[in-house]
């Protein structure tokens, strides 16, 4: 049997979400039996670490395209962040042949680059975030008014894309019951989960860690908050604790506070779960975005106790199965709550422990590769 998998952008090439979700398919296509053959756009310059597939087929993605395919998306009424992934991936999937089976992620920002080449066989549509959704939440609280304003133009064109890419599919997918809910009728949520690993000494030095794609928007106005609002109060309580900032594409502003009250700045970090196994406690003041918050599972794989914001946690909880992070929102109750565990190592071991428990019993990646295997074998015995 032949697979082809769709990405926007290769795995191998950065460290996007999305590039996280392709390994995880191919993962789940390789224990499926499937041979995959991988079409992706990839930038000037880079270069794929693909494992577990029989052939890739990157499709270039020049700047040079972006202003003639923004006026024809803006004119078309598509989303316009469709221009940015502006190639010949019709040519690449003529070159990767014939399949028993196409998956594509995050179609509604393809799908004008492929419509009408994915008819061959069966469809797996994996929007893996509701992008509308998180349109919507960034046009009402993106602290920028030019972001605001974008960002209500671009909703509606996103809701409009997920509804088209959900016609024909097979299967529906999607990365959280969350997001599931704001996308088409009959979309599914499988986790991306995480690879569980020994969990190490519970007893931890009073650190506090922060992680995830830095130049994300929302990860990097949340370790804006943390640093300049948070933090601070925080310090002020237990003078010796430390804030370990961890994870790729740190911005300036973020490794400016290197050195500085007790902030420790890492980027990229090599080993992520060595990493968080430093913190007594996370803190995850995150308000925008949609989809799987992988640095939530991955601080509950490591057995810390975590104060999120309320979203967050709620994108990271299952059906009848609350996440057992401590929910915060104001400055003053993320710092309260991190100083609690901070001056309690008990408290934040217990409640790490019971983190570790969720993570093993909801988020274990063998799960999810299972789920996906299913996913494939519905869409196949439904055609």
């Not at 920002?109 to 959704?133: C, I």
């Not at 943390?226 to 933090?231: A, E, F, G, N, T």
């Not at 992070?325 to 109750?333: F, G, L, M, S």
Request: positive net charge; hydrophobic residues 50%; proline residues 8%.
């Amino acid at each position: 049997m032949k697979a082809v998998l769709l990405v926007p952008r290769l795995p191998g090439t950065g460290f996007t979400g999305d590039r996280l979700r392709a390994e995880l398919h191919l993962l789940a296509l390789n224990e499926a039996g499937y041979e995959t053959a991988l079409v992706g756009g990839i930038a000037s310059g880079k270069e794929p670490r693909v494992p577990l597939t029989a052939s890739v087929h990157p499709v270039p993605l020049a700047p040079s395209r972006i202003p003639l395919a923004l006026a024809r998306a803006l004119l078309a009424g598509d989303p316009l962040q469709s221009a940015l992934f502006s190639g010949d991936f019709r040519a690449a999937l003529r070159e990767a042949g014939r399949a028993d089976l196409f998956v594509a992620l995050l179609l509604p920002r393809l799908l004008r680059h492929v419509e009408g080449a994915l008819r061959e066989a069966p469809l797996v549509v994996d929007f893996v975030d509701a992008l509308a959704e998180a349109a919507r939440q960034a046009a009402r609280n993106d602290p920028a008014p030019w972001r605001r304003a974008y960002w209500t133009v671009e909703a509606p064109r996103l809701a409009v894309a997920e509804a088209r890419a959900a016609r024909g599919a097979a299967v529906l997918l999607a990365t959280t019951p969350f997001d599931a809910e704001h996308l088409p009728a009959g979309t599914r949520a499988v986790a991306n989960g995480v690879t569980l690993l020994p969990l190490g000494p519970s007893e931890r030095a009073p650190a506090v860690a922060f992680t995830g794609r830095l130049m994300y928007r929302p990860n990097r106005l949340a370790a804006r908050r943390l640093l300049r609002d948070i933090w601070p109060r925080v310090r002020r309580a237990v003078p010796d604790a430390r804030l370990l900032v961890g994870g790729a594409e740190a911005p300036g502003e973020v490794r400016a506070s290197e050195g500085r009250e007790g902030v420790e700045v890492v980027s990229p970090v090599a080993d992520m779960a060595a990493f968080l196994r430093r913190a007594r406690v996370v803190a995850l003041p995150v308000d925008l975005g949609t989809g799987t918050p992988n640095k939530l599972f991955e601080a509950f794989e490591a057995g810390a106790a975590v104060v999120a914001s309320a979203g967050v946690i709620a994108r990271a909880s299952s059906p009848g199965a609350r996440a057992p992070a401590r929910a915060a929102v104001t400055d003053e109750e993320f710092a309260r709550e991190i100083t609690a565990y901070l001056t309690d190592p008990e408290r934040a071991a217990r409640d790490g422990a019971a983190c570790r428990a969720f993570a093993e019993a909801h988020a274990d990646r063998r799960a999810s590769v299972a789920a996906l295997a299913a996913a494939y074998r519905a869409a196949v015995e439904g055609a």
